[in-house]
C-alpha cells in the first residue's frame, strides 16, 4: 500500500510559500533577513528555540532544531531564503505576489527553492506535532546568498559557527525531480555538482584609425577568434561514478533511453554522436548528459572598444566554465592555452584572471541514508526507480561536503510539466511548482525524516 499523502497540511503548507514568496529577496542584494526574521517568529510560535545570524546587514540566516536522544547522527534539512531576479514584464502574474491559479503557486522561488523551505519549516512543525524523539539531532537552516555563491550564507557559517550547521547527512536542493522512462518514474537524488570556474581573458592590440584597419592590431578580431574556438570547443569526456550509475539507471528504463545510453556506456568516446541523435528526439535530456560528461566553457560577457572610428587595443570576454569532481583550475586553464595556441592565437597578447572558482563535490551513494531515500520513495511510488544524478550547476552543499557531510539534493516532485518545461522554470519566467507536488515533496520527506531519524 502507498504511503498516506500529507493532505491535512495542504494549506498550511501553500499559505507558509505564499508568504515566503512575497519578500522579495533578489540576490543581489539578497536582503533575506525580512525572510529569516518571518521564519523565527513562525518556528518560535510553535516552541522551537531559534539562532538568528547576519553575515551583514541584511544577510540574514536562521537556524533551529529538534534535539536527539544521542548526539550522532545529525540531520540538517537545509535551503536558502534568495532568489534570482525576475523581470515583472515577463511574467504572466506578478512574480512576487504568490498567487495560486490552476492548481499551482507562482512566483520566483516557487521551486528554486522557497517551495523546499516551506516543506522543511512544516516538516519541522509536524515532528514537534506529533512528538517524535529523534535519535540525533534535527537542525533545519534557512540561509542567505546562495544564488551568489553562498559566502554571505553557509559559507560564513561553515567558517564562523560550524557548529550549528554541522551534521552527518544533509538534505538539500538539486536532486528528486523526475525522469518518466517507459512505464515508471524514475527520481533523482543529487550526489555530485560541478564547479564554476569564471573566467576573463583580456586580449591586446595596438590602436589606430578605423579607415585604415589594416595598419592595426584589433583585440575585437582577436577576441572574437578566441570566443568562436572556446565556445564551440568540447573537453574531453571523463565519466565520473554519480554520472556513470545514473546513465546505467537510464539505460534500465527500456525504449529509446535504453538504446542511447547502452550504446554510451558501451563506448563514452562516441557519447557525442550518441547524444547528437539523441537530440532529434529529447533534446534537454541530450543537452543536460552531454553537459554531464565533461568541462565545459560558455562565452557570456564580451567587452571592447572605445570610439566607432579607433580600431580598439582592448577587449576583454567573460566564460562561464563548470569543472567536474577530479578537475581543477589549472587543469582547465591549461586545457585553454593549449588549444588557443594549437590553433594560432598569440597567449602573450592575452591575460588570464580567475574572477570566482569554488570546488567540485560528490557524496557516496551507499549510505544508509540513500537506502532510506529509495525505500521511502518505493512506499509511495512501488514502481519507481532512483538514480544519483550530478548537478551541471552548483549549491551550498558544496560547503559541507568540504567538512565531511554526505549531502543529498532531494525535493520529490512527480512530472506534472513536461520534462523541457519543468528544466526552464527554475530561474526562468512563470516559475510554480503545482499543489500535488508541494503535498508530495512534504509528505515524502517528512516520512524519510521520520525513518531515518526514529
Known amino acids: ?84 531576479a525576475a523581470n515583472p514584464e515577463e511574467w504572466s502574474v506578478d512574480p512576487f505576489a504568490g498567487i495560486v491559479k490552476d492548481g499551482f503557486v507562482w512566483g520566483r522561488g516557487a521551486i528554486d527553492m522557497k517551495s523546499m523551505t516551506a516543506v522543511e519549516v512544516m516538516i519541522m512543525k509536524l515532528l514537534k506535532r506529533n512528538g517524535v524523539k529523534p535519535r540525533g539531532d534535527i537542525i533545519l537552516a534557512a540561509t542567505a546568498d546562495e544564488e551568489m555563491g553562498g559566502e554571505a550564507g553557509v559559507g560564513w557559517l561553515v567558517k564562523k559557527h560550524p557548529e550549528k550547521i554541522r551534521a552527518e547527512y544533509v538534505i538539500n536542493e538539486g536532486g528528486g525531480f523526475t525522469i518518466p522512462v517507459k512505464n515508471r518514474n524514475l527520481y533523482t537524488v543529487q550526489t555530485a555538482e560541478k564547479a564554476i570556474v569564471w573566467l576573463k581573458i583580456r586580449a591586446k592590440g595596438t590602436p589606430g584609425h578605423g579607415s585604415i584597419p589594416g595598419a592595426a592590431d584589433n583585440a575585437v578580431m582577436r577576441m572574437a577568434k578566441i570566443v568562436q574556438l572556446l565556445g564551440s570547443y568540447r573537453s574531453k569526456i571523463k565519466l565520473v561514478p554519480t554520472v556513470k550509475r545514473n546513465l546505467e539507471e537510464l539505460a534500465k528504463g527500456g525504449g529509446i533511453q535504453q538504446r542511447f545510453f547502452t550504446k554510451l556506456l558501451a563506448n563514452p568516446m562516441l557519447a557525442d554522436k550518441v547524444l547528437d541523435m539523441l537530440a532529434k528526439k529529447e533534446k534537454s535530456l541530450a543537452e543536460t548528459i552531454r553537459a554531464m560528461l565533461r568541462a565545459t566553457i560558455a562565452p557570456t560577457i564580451i567587452h571592447g572598444g572605445v570610439k566607432e572610428n579607433i580600431i580598439p587595443s582592448r577587449c576583454e570576454a567573460v566564460f562561464d566554465c563548470r569543472i567536474l569532481p577530479g578537475q581543477t583550475k589549472d587543469m582547465l586553464l591549461n586545457e585553454i592555452k593549449a588549444v588557443l595556441k594549437k590553433n594560432g592565437v598569440e597567449l602573450d597578447k592575452l591575460e588570464f584572471e580567475i574572477l570566482q572558482e569554488n570546488t567540485p563535490s560528490e557524496s557516496p551513494v551507499e549510505t544508509p541514508l540513500y537506502t532510506a531515500i529509495e525505500k521511502t520513495l518505493r512506499e509511495f511510488d512501488p514502481n519507481c526507480g532512483v538514480t544519483p544524478f550530478m548537478m551541471t550547476g552548483g549549491t551550498d552543499s558544496r560547503f559541507l561536503r568540504e567538512i565531511g557531510c554526505v549531502c543529498y539534493g532531494f525535493m520529490p516532485t512527480k512530472p506534472d510539466l513536461p520534462f523541457n518545461e519543468f528544466l526552464k522554470m527554475a530561474h526562468g519566467i512563470d516559475e510554480r511548482i503545482s499543489i500535488q507536488n508541494l503535498v508530495f515533496s512534504l509528505s515524502v520527506l517528512y516520512r524519510l525524516v521520520e525513518n531515518f531519524m526514529t
Open 1 to 84: 500500500m502507498p504511503a498516506k499523502m500529507l493532505y491535512e497540511a495542504k494549506d498550511e503548507v501553500v499559505s507558509l510559500l505564499q508568504k515566503l514568496i512575497r519578500f522579495n529577496t533578489t540576490n543581489p542584494p539578497g536582503n533575506e533577513t525580512q525572510a529569516a526574521e518571518f521564519l523565527k517568529e513562525t518556528l518560535e510560535s510553535e516552541g522551537f528555540e531559534c539562532e538568528f545570524f547576519e553575515s551583514a546587514p541584511g544577510r540574514g540566516s536562521v537556524i533551529t532544531r529538534i534535539k536527539g536522544k544521542t548526539r550522532k547522527p545529525r540531520l540538517l534539512l537545509l535551503s536558502h531564503l534568495d532568489v534570482v
